[in-house]
């Protein structure tokens, strides 16, 4: 058993290495080792890809491994190291968290060495290879129960500079929509850590229910943009096709855009994504199973914004959410 998280390779040899980033074994779990990818084409920008951190947002992973395919031949300098599972144990259970501890691994970043599995996979992700990287795409999705645009995201930034550059770069994607997105949780997220260090951060975010093959070809075509963006891919940026094709926003959403179940029930959708509503118009119906007696409840929009995500027929427990609504960002 080693005791540090290492890379089985040398990040500064040039050219194409694989090999594996091994987390540590403890007590609950052996020795992990994490697929990686790195070309090393010397001088200019240094990003990190990474997938896999839900195990169950399986778009990310997917994309990667295309990544992986077409870079050798696409690019033209700096450096790219590709991981396409973060959270091999989730994946392999269709889980958004570890099993083995029940943590999700985007709220124990930077992660500890003597903690369970997913705290030593943040460790090892935050000593090894996030100072390798200026810059870091996470590819996420919103998971099976949610239907949303494809977006690049960020969450609010106290740095203004980080700011504008991390929206900046969200941008770059082209997906229909660009979204700053606050959470009240943020605390042990791989964002965090790496925007505390300076670095500009994208989360890329999918819906929803299945894997589809549309939804892939736009996200593909949007870390291509972002790579053409960058300087590392030469190109054209590509409007990725889509069915709400005039739509390119930047948007914001706040917690109070959060709209939650009073009650457990069953939800059932009543508009669709990029749908705009005004005050009071009916974003969904909540139906409790428990009592028949019980009346159904509607769920309204707050205030005059822009369906962005809505949960698509799931049953959920009480307060939780069941659709976001947004608005055009004001900077
Ligand atoms: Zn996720």
Same mark, same amino acid.
């Given at each position: *058993?080693?005791?540090?998280?290492?890379?089985?390779?040398?990040?500064?040899?040039?050219?194409?290495?694989?090999?594996?980033?091994?987390?540590?074994?403890?007590?609950?779990?052996?020795?992990?080792?994490?697929?990686?990818?790195?070309?090393?084409?010397?001088?200019?920008?240094?990003?990190?890809?990474?997938?896999?951190?839900?195990?169950?947002?399986?778009?990310?992973?997917?994309?990667?491994?295309?990544?992986?395919?077409?870079?050798?031949?696409?690019?033209?300098?700096?450096?790219?190291?590709?991981?396409?599972?973060?959270?091999?144990?989730?994946?392999?259970?269709?889980?958004?968290?570890?099993?083995?501890?029940?943590?999700?691994?985007?709220?124990?970043?930077?992660?500890?060495?003597?903690?369970?599995?997913?705290?030593?996979?943040?460790?090892?992700?935050?000593?090894?290879?996030?100072? *390798?990287?200026?810059?870091?795409? /996470?590819?996420?999705?919103?998971?099976?129960?949610?239907?949303?645009?494809?977006?690049?995201?960020?969450?609010?930034?106290? /740095?203004? /500079?980080?700011?504008?550059?991390?929206?900046?770069?969200?941008?770059?994607?082209?997906?229909?929509?660009?979204?700053?997105?606050?959470?009240?949780?943020?605390?042990? *997220?791989?964002?965090?850590?790496?925007?505390?260090?300076?670095?500009?951060?994208?989360?890329?975010?999918?819906?929803?229910?299945?894997?589809?093959?549309?939804?892939?070809?736009?996200?593909?075509?949007?870390?291509?943009?972002?790579?053409?963006?960058?300087?590392?891919?030469?190109?054209?940026?590509?409007?990725?096709?889509?069915?709400?094709?005039?739509?390119?926003?930047?948007?914001?959403?706040?917690?109070?855009?959060?709209?939650?179940?009073?009650?457990?029930?069953?939800?059932?959708?009543?508009?669709?994504?990029?749908?705009?509503?005004?005050?009071?118009?009916?974003?969904?119906?909540?139906?409790?199973?428990?009592?028949?007696?019980?009346?159904?409840?509607?769920?309204?929009?707050?205030?005059?914004?822009?369906?962005?995500?809505?949960?698509?027929?799931?049953?959920?427990?009480?307060?939780?959410?069941?659709?976001?609504?947004?608005?055009?960002?004001?900077?």
């Amino acid at each position: *058993m080693s005791d540090a998280p290492h890379l089985t390779f040398d990040l500064d040899m040039p050219g194409v290495s694989r090999g594996h980033l091994v987390v540590p074994g403890g007590a609950d779990h052996g020795e992990l080792l994490l697929p990686v990818f790195s070309l090393n084409k010397g001088e200019g920008p240094r990003l990190l890809v990474t997938g896999g951190n839900h195990g169950d947002e399986l778009e990310g992973p997917i994309v990667a491994r295309r990544l992986i395919e077409w870079l050798p031949g696409a690019q033209m300098c700096g450096r790219v190291i590709v991981v396409p599972v973060l959270n091999p144990l989730a994946l392999e259970a269709w889980s958004r968290n570890t099993p083995l501890d029940g943590l999700n691994l985007n709220r124990v970043f930077p992660g500890r060495a003597n903690g369970s599995i997913t705290h030593r996979i943040a460790d090892a992700v935050s000593r090894v290879l996030l100072p *390798m990287a200026d810059t870091v795409f /996470d590819l996420h999705s919103f998971g099976p129960k949610w239907d949303c645009l494809p977006a690049a995201t960020t969450h609010p930034i106290a /740095d203004p /500079d980080l700011m504008a550059r991390t929206v900046r770069m969200a941008e770059a994607f082209k997906l229909p929509l660009t979204l700053v997105w606050p959470h009240n949780d943020t605390a042990g *997220m791989f964002d965090i850590t790496a925007q505390n260090q300076g670095k500009v951060f994208v989360c890329s975010e999918f819906g929803g229910g299945t894997v589809g093959a549309d939804n892939l070809a736009i996200y593909e075509a949007g870390v291509r943009n972002a790579l053409i963006a960058l300087g590392l891919v030469e190109g054209k940026a590509d409007y990725p096709i889509f069915r709400h094709q005039s739509f390119a926003q930047t948007l914001e959403t706040r917690l109070s855009d959060e709209l939650k179940s009073p009650a457990p029930g069953i939800f059932e959708p009543r508009c669709s994504v990029l749908d705009e509503v005004k005050q009071g118009d009916l974003i969904g119906i909540l139906h409790s199973m428990n009592s028949l007696s019980a009346e159904s409840i509607d769920i309204r929009a707050p205030e005059t914004s822009i369906v962005l995500a809505i949960a698509s027929g799931a049953h959920v427990d009480a307060n939780k959410v069941v659709a976001y609504v947004a608005r055009p960002l004001k900077i």
